[in-house]
């Protein structure tokens, strides 16, 4: 079971029932697309969970209790400043300090430089954290998927409920051809969603690649993402990450 020893003792045991109650019925065969050619050839996109939208997008049109199955597409090269964080379940005061723990922008960028990977996707796309709806959203997902003209796409949820609503998302783009992967940091979620390549990293939400400015942190995750695509050999098999978040939070 994911343990949430990072925060005080009633909400790690209210976040650890969750995870022991969580029940999700997938009754659909995962999707699984081996990757199409070398790395240095692959073209990367990025998807978030997070509720991020430019302000001068419209805001995500979203239920209190049921969410929204909207995404938007923002450029990498996007102003920090011109972001606006409509899905709040989740502290963002980390990302608002440095986007890439939640979106690694600046670390997928790297890959190109590094000729670890071709290039990326102009945009990324920004779902909303919650979706009642599983069709609506596979809908959405197959949209977003038809737009993203790239071989591999990298997932990132940010809060609890984003860990399901990234594992279906993620699901779509391997049905639409795109090579997935996925950070989890609900175990249970990603087991149960069949998420088709999931890694799991036991860190706070909101805080998904580490805390703000620790490039290092930030670059080994996404290595290890990189290596998934290479040494994954069948449909939701999970790997456990090995870094470790030592800090209490409140």
């Known amino acids: 079971m994911t343990k949430f020893a990072f925060y005080p003792r009633d909400r790690a045991e209210r976040l650890e029932l969750y995870s022991a109650e969580y029940s999700f019925v997938q009754d659909e065969a ?19 969970t997070a509720g991020l939208r430019l302000k001068t997008q419209h805001e995500f049109r979203a239920d209190k209790t049921k969410g929204s199955a ?31 723990v939640i979106v690694p922008i600046d670390r997928v960028k790297e890959l190109v430089d590094r000729h670890v990977i071709a290039n990326v996707h102009e945009t990324f ?4 954290g919650l979706c009642t709806n599983v069709e609506a959203l596979k809908v959405s997902a197959r ?3 038809a737009r993203c003209k790239a071989d591999i796409a990298f997932l ?28 989890t940091t609900m175990r249970e979620v990603a087991q149960q969603v069949k998420v ?11 805080r998904t690649l580490g805390k703000a400015k620790d490039v290092a942190m930030q670059r ?12 994954h050999d069948r449909p939701a098999r999970m790997t456990d990450l090995p870094m470790k978040w030592t800090e209490m939070l409140e």
Not at 35 to 48: F, G, M
Not at 125 to 128: E, G, I, M, Q, V
Not at 163 to 173: C, D, H, K, L, W
């Open 30 to 48: 995962t999707p699984w697309t081996p990757l199409k050619h070398d790395l240095r050839d692959c073209r990367a996109a990025l998807v978030t």
């Open 70 to 100: 909207e995404f938007r597409e923002i450029s990498l090269f996007a102003a920090r400043r011109d972001l606006a964080y409509d899905f709040t379940n989740y502290d963002p005061a980390e990302a608002e300090k440095d986007l890439n």
């Open 125 to 128: 796309f920004s779902f909303y």
């Open 143 to 145: 949209e977003a998927a």
């Open 156 to 183: 990132f949820p940010a809060n609890l409920v984003c860990n399901q609503t990234v594992g279906i998302i993620s699901r779509e783009f391997e049905h639409a051809g795109i090579s997935t992967v996925t950070l």
């Open 196 to 206: 088709p390549r999931p890694l799991f990293i036991n860190f706070p939400f909101g």
């Open 220 to 231: 080994s995750i996404i290595d290890e993402m990189v290596r998934s695509l290479k040494t």
